[in-house]
């Protein structure tokens, strides 16, 4: 493995043991996630039956609001005792440290997203099974998009002052593009007669913006981070 | 500068006139003559974030510490063209298309564009030390996303007129456009100038307090 990979397998592997140990940001994201699903359902039901298109909007509404608070408490984490001015001082490639954090971020979220989605199939009588493939794609490239933003901006963040408010106002606006592409794809493929072609069309739009996004932000991570 | 400011001032003063003399519309007739003010408000909006991106590109990968000043001065301009082409554009809508607001690909990225400079002067207000840098990367972010929206009429079917309108505009109504873009682009370099160095000479006092306080 070369030095790059190495580095970011070791940020991965110290995240996922500080969090398997006490499991606390998966468990209390996933159950807000699961709350957050289950307040807009109460509000977007008339009748006994949702509105239309309300599942896919739910997901990622779901999907953005709980990726914005599992990025505060995993930076929070690296605030107390420094953890993140150690792993700055560590003779490792920036973009490396970027690279590890933006895993784990997307582990945590893909985790969440494994209780999220077959949810939404279960309340909303949504074709999640039957979509699997394409849903899985969708998701995926707008966690990635969404999460590549939020690991950068969370980082950035860490030690400004109001950081937990300037977080979500600097972050909505960034991911408008990757929400909507990623609403409209899953809305598409959630149809009574789901529309393939559609779908693939927001799908290679968030292909686009994760390859924008995850360059930009590779190369922004460095002059950022540093003091 | 003065000598800008007083021809700035004198063009828009004269500005109603030109206005005025322009043709009537086919179908909007009085009412398309707010565009005269829209377009270049919003042509100012794109250009100050432009202004913004490569300013903050100078101050973090050429480590030039007084960008810092023009991405501020810059990035509030987007916000204040920006609120300016967003009131007028939907002033203009009622009277058009019927609706205040419709969610096409133009309306909705100049919003969003617009949200990121408002996230920005947030950022800078209440951020804290460290702050110009973050700020820097978030403008970065937004500067990317111009292009996207000036194209985004040509490729999307939407409410909004493409690009290609403004060539093709007969001549008695490109005088007045013409003129009003040079107006504002006066404005803007007159208020961009006059914001950086208020914002230089800010960051002076702050750096001689401080001398003051290590003294």
């Known amino acids: 493995?070369?030095?790059?990979?190495?580095?970011?397998?070791?940020?991965?592997?110290?995240?996922?043991?500080?969090?398997?140990?006490?499991?606390?940001?998966?468990?209390?994201?996933?159950?807000?996630?699961?709350?957050?699903?289950?307040?807009?359902?109460?509000?977007?039901?008339?009748?006994?039956?949702?509105?239309?298109?309300?599942?896919?909007?739910?997901?990622?509404?779901?999907?953005?609001?709980?990726?914005?608070?599992?990025?505060?408490?995993?930076?929070?984490?690296?605030?107390?005792?420094?953890?993140?001015?150690?792993?700055?001082?560590?003779?490792?490639?920036?973009?490396?440290?970027?690279?590890?954090?933006?895993?784990?971020?997307?582990?945590?979220?893909?985790?969440?997203?494994?209780?999220?989605?077959?949810?939404?199939?279960?309340?909303?009588?949504?074709?999640?099974?039957?979509?699997?493939?394409?849903?899985?794609?969708?998701?995926?490239?707008?966690?990635?998009?969404?999460?590549?933003?939020?690991?950068?901006?969370?980082?950035?963040?860490?030690?400004?002052?109001?950081?937990?408010?300037?977080?979500?106002?600097?972050?909505y606006p960034m991911t408008v593009p990757v929400m909507i592409a990623g609403v409209r794809g899953t809305a598409a493929l959630f149809q009574p007669t789901?529309?393939?072609?559609?779908?693939?069309?927001?799908?290679?739009?968030?292909?686009?913006?994760?390859?924008?996004?995850?360059?930009?932000?590779?190369?922004?991570?460095e002059p950022v981070m540093t003091d | 500068m003065l000598v800008m400011m007083a021809l700035a001032a004198g063009m828009f003063a004269v500005a109603p006139w030109m206005i005025d003399a322009a043709p009537y519309e086919a179908t909007m007739g009085l009412v398309y003559k707010i565009y005269f003010f829209h377009m270049p408000s919003a042509w100012m909006f794109l250009t100050a974030a432009v202004v913004a991106g490569v300013a903050s590109f100078r101050l973090l990968f050429l480590k030039r510490p007084r960008a810092d000043h023009w991405v501020t001065a810059a990035?509030?301009?987007?916000?204040?063209?920006?609120?300016?082409?967003?009131?007028?554009?939907?002033?203009?809508?009622?009277?058009?298309?019927?609706?205040?607001?419709?969610?096409?690909?133009?309306?909705?990225?100049?919003?969003?564009?617009?949200?990121?400079?408002?996230?920005?002067?947030?950022?800078?207000?209440?951020?804290g030390p460290g702050s110009d840098k973050l700020g820097a990367g978030l403008a970065l972010f937004g500067m990317a996303n111009v292009p996207f929206i000036y194209v985004s009429v040509n490729y999307w079917r939407?409410?909004?007129?493409?690009?290609?309108v403004v060539p093709t505009l007969p001549v008695e109504m490109g005088i007045p456009l013409w003129y009003c873009v040079t107006a504002f682009t006066l404005l803007f370099v007159i208020l961009l100038r006059l914001r950086a160095r208020l914002e230089h000479q800010r960051a002076r006092v702050e750096a001689l307090y401080l001398a003051e306080d290590e003294a």
């Open chain 1, 1 to 171: 493995m070369n030095a790059f990979a190495r580095i970011v397998w070791f940020v991965v592997k110290k995240d996922l043991t500080v969090e398997v140990r006490s499991l606390e940001i998966l468990s209390t994201t996933m159950f807000f996630a699961v709350t957050v699903v289950l307040m807009f359902s109460f509000g977007l039901v008339v009748d006994g039956r949702p509105l239309n298109d309300v599942a896919a909007a739910i997901l990622w509404v779901a999907i953005a609001f709980s990726g914005t608070l599992a990025l505060g408490r995993t930076f929070e984490r690296e605030r107390h005792n420094d953890t993140l001015r150690a792993l700055l001082l560590a003779p490792a490639d920036r973009p490396a440290l970027y690279v590890g954090k933006l895993l784990g971020i997307l582990l945590l979220l893909g985790l969440v997203e494994l209780v999220l989605v077959p949810l939404i199939g279960l309340l909303f009588n949504a074709p999640v099974i039957q979509q699997a493939v394409p849903l899985l794609l969708l998701v995926g490239a707008g966690t990635l998009g969404f999460a590549a933003v939020g690991t950068l901006f969370a980082a950035m963040l860490v030690r400004a002052r109001s950081r937990d408010v300037l977080l979500p106002i600097m972050l």
């Open chain 1, 194 to 221: 789901p529309d393939a072609a559609v779908a693939q069309f927001w799908l290679s739009l968030l292909a686009a913006f994760d390859v924008v996004f995850v360059v930009l932000a590779l190369w922004t991570f």
């Open chain 2, 75 to 127: 990035a509030e301009l987007a916000v204040l063209f920006g609120a300016f082409t967003l009131v007028t554009g939907p002033l203009w809508a009622r009277k058009a298309w019927g609706v205040w607001w419709v969610w096409d690909a133009r309306l909705t990225s100049s919003l969003m564009l617009f949200m990121i400079f408002v996230a920005y002067t947030l950022l800078r207000k209440y951020g």
């Open chain 2, 158 to 164: 939407t409410f909004h007129p493409p690009t290609s």
